[in-house]
């Protein structure tokens, strides 16, 4: 039976934390803020919205959402994010993606004009361009660093291993490649394309799924003492839910079919998703210290 790397473990010992450097920045005159803006009302990002202002609150930073409506125009938006940019008691800015379809066409500019250095989700250019030299600017996407925090939390260190990430998304895949190579592991990034993949993930140390493919990680695909990481959110029409009924999250890993093999793995829900927010809420912590 695998060991499952449990989400709220490693939320607790960060929210603990961060509680302790939020404190400390209200002693020196600094509210932690962090501004929501939402386009519309879809219900993952009402999910995520209710999850990170949550957090935000058992952590002492101060959260605002700010709903524009889903036909919002684009110069709409820009201002709201100038509003953002000029308020120097803001110091992160989430901003729900994909955009409104008639908003896409415009995306490089809209993302690109919130300030880097409020950039807690690795939304902008620069962010990204951060993450892939080392340099401090912006943040890693939160769903990258959650998968960081998890190892770190368990004492799984990466240095000389071989890692597999099965994802080329900016999202998850790419950047938590470039965190994994910065902690000198040996990384292959892999896709739903890739030539006989379980060939090539039976070969890590750690796996990270993010493929966004429900049941595409099966038994063939791992081996005994492998560190697994399902990142990914899919809908199972047929997996009981708690009330009674059919229909819930699942992730990428036939849980039943991997766990038995594994040494690891996070469970889908209950595991990398339940980190993310606590990164969310951690960066805004960071880019306030950084004010500093």
């Known amino acids: 039976m695998a060991q499952l790397l449990?989400?709220?473990?490693?939320?607790?010992?960060?929210?603990?934390?961060?509680r302790c450097r939020a404190a400390s920045l209200r002693s020196r005159g600094v509210t932690?803020?962090?501004?929501?803006?939402?386009?519309?009302?879809?219900?993952?990002?009402?999910?995520?919205?209710?999850?990170?202002?949550?957090r935000a609150?058992?952590?002492?930073?101060?959260?605002?959402?700010?709903?524009?409506?889903?036909?919002?125009?684009?110069?709409?938006?820009?201002?709201?994010?100038?509003?953002?940019?000029?308020?120097?008691?803001?110091?992160g800015c989430l901003l729900f993606r994909p955009l409104p379809q008639h908003l896409r066409p415009f995306q490089d500019e809209i993302v690109n004009r919130l300030d880097p250095a409020k950039d807690v989700d690795s939304m902008t250019s620069l962010s990204c361009s951060g993450v892939f030299t080392g340099q401090a600017v912006g943040f890693p996407p939160c769903t990258a660093q959650a998968c960081m925090e998890i190892l770190d939390h368990y004492g799984i260190a990466c240095r000389g291993r071989r890692a597999v990430v099965i994802g080329r998304s900016l999202?998850?895949?790419?950047?938590?490649?470039?965190?994994?190579?910065?902690?000198?592991?040996?990384?292959?990034i892999c896709h739903t394309k890739t030539d006989d993949l379980p060939a090539v993930t039976r070969q890590a140390d750690i796996l990270i799924s993010a493929a966004g493919a429900l049941g595409s990680l099966t038994a063939d695909h791992v081996r005994p003492g492998q560190i697994v990481l399902d990142v990914?959110?899919?809908?199972d029409a047929q997996k009981p839910n708690a009330r009674g009924g059919l229909g819930a999250i699942a992730g990428d890993a036939v849980f039943s079919e991997v766990e038995?093999?594994?040494?690891?793995?996070?469970?889908v829900p209950g595991g990398v998703g339940a980190v993310t927010a606590s990164v969310l809420i951690g960066h805004v912590v960071e880019a306030a210290e950084r004010t500093l």
Do not use: F
């Not at 990914?232 to 809908?235: E, I, Q, R």
């Not at 038995?260 to 469970?267: D, L, M």
């Open 232 to 235: 990914s959110v899919n809908w």
């Open 171 to 188: 999202v998850i895949g790419k950047p938590v490649s470039m965190l994994l190579l910065a902690r000198d592991a040996t990384v292959t």
């Open 57 to 91: 609150a058992q952590i002492g930073v101060e959260a605002e959402v700010r709903a524009l409506p889903q036909n919002v125009s684009r110069q709409a938006l820009l201002d709201a994010l100038d509003a953002v940019n000029a308020d120097r008691s803001i110091h």
């Open 32 to 54: 932690p803020k962090l501004v929501i803006l939402r386009c519309g009302e879809a219900s993952s990002d009402l999910a995520y919205e209710k999850s990170a202002l949550a």
């Open 260 to 267: 038995p093999v594994v040494g690891a793995i996070t469970p």
């Open 6 to 18: 449990l989400g709220k473990e490693v939320t607790a010992s960060m929210n603990e934390s961060l």
